[in-house]
């Protein structure tokens, strides 16, 4: 059975840093293009952060870049999501995603793929 599984969310204090993990099972990571999305209460999503298969191509979110860095282990079948300088405003359940033959844009933008996981909850507080 194919399944994402977030961890890594928590309370953290503003400038505060965490890293989200994202494990993959039943199917091969590296054979997908990744990504994050984001949700806060009476907010839309927001794909904050996604990279292709090829690892080269990535797309950031305005609102984190130069904050937040996303990556993969291939031998770990496990995409992260490193979050620095957190703010508030980063406040959100996170979720990670996987999509075949579509292009950061088209996972990050268009919210197109395949499987997703059921979030983890990042509060940015003091």
């Known amino acids: 059975q194919e399944q994402l599984v977030e961890s890594g969310g928590g309370l953290v204090q503003p400038g505060g840093s965490l890293r989200l993990s994202c494990a993959a099972s039943?199917?091969?990571?590296?054979?997908?293009?990744i990504g994050w999305f984001r949700q806060a209460p009476g907010k839309e999503r927001e794909g904050v952060s996604c990279l292709g298969r090829s690892d080269g191509d990535t797309y950031y979110a305005d609102s984190v870049k130069g904050r937040f860095t996303i990556s993969r282990d291939t031998a770990k079948n496990t995409a992260y999501l490193q979050m620095n300088s957190l703010k508030p405003e980063d406040t959100a359940v996170y979720y990670c995603?996987?999509?075949?033959?579509?292009?950061?844009?088209?996972?990050?933008?268009?919210?197109?793929?395949?499987?997703r996981g059921q979030g983890t909850q990042v509060t940015v507080s003091s």
């Open positions: 995603v996987a999509a075949a033959a579509v292009t950061v844009q088209g996972i990050c933008r268009a919210g197109i793929f395949r499987y």
């Open positions: 039943g199917f091969t990571l590296g054979y997908y293009g």
